[in-house]
């Protein structure tokens, strides 16, 4: 499982098969950090919902722009 409920209350526990190079150890770190602001709720269906996309639905092409633009980084010129 990825994490267990303390009474009504979701605490993560990511287990790794393999110990984790220094790249995915920070790319673990920021999962963590942003799984910390998701609070399941038990009583509640699961449900899918795209952020990024203000009417919800996904598309590889709107993941890519976005992750385009998440990476993108400004040139300076010498």
Known sequence: TMGTWDFNNWSWKLAWTEPLIETEKAAAAELSFLLEQVQPCRD??????????????????????????????VEIEP
């Open 44 to 73: 509640n269906a699961d449900r899918r919902r795209w952020i990024p996309n203000t009417a919800g639905s996904f598309s590889v092409q709107f993941a890519y722009a976005v992750l385009q633009n998440r990476f993108n980084l």
